[in-house]
């Protein structure tokens, strides 16, 4: 019984971390839109690493994005990390991480 309940807390854990990235991804899309930024599938792979991997730079977020889509650039990681700074959606010193 108690494993079983340890069971379910981790679910309900990594269901609330699963809404709470749902609810800042929306939110990050939002503003990109509001900022006049097409919401391509190269943003949206970007956007899905920074939110649910632990990625201290741009090269691992690099790295881990043409796994991926291989079609996915360096430039194109720092223009979205730069984008995604200027809409107050990260902050360098969080190590990009979504900052709301």
Not at 13 to 23: A, G, I, L
Not at 54 to 64: D, L, M, T, V
Not at 75 to 93: F, K, Q, S
């Amino acid at each position: 019984m108690i494993q079983h309940t340890s069971e379910q807390q981790k679910q309900d854990e990594n269901q609330q971390k699963y809404e709470k990235t749902q609810m800042q991804r929306e939110i990050v899309i939002q503003r990109l839109k509001e900022q006049g930024c097409r919401i391509t599938k190269q943003r949206m792979v970007l956007l899905d690493i920074i939110l649910n991997e632990n990625c201290s730079s741009c090269k691992e977020i690099y790295y881990k994005a043409s796994r991926i889509d291989s079609r996915i650039g360096t430039a194109t990681v720092y223009r979205m990390i730069n984008t995604l700074e200027e809409i107050g959606a990260i902050n360098r010193r969080n190590m990009y991480k979504i900052d709301w």
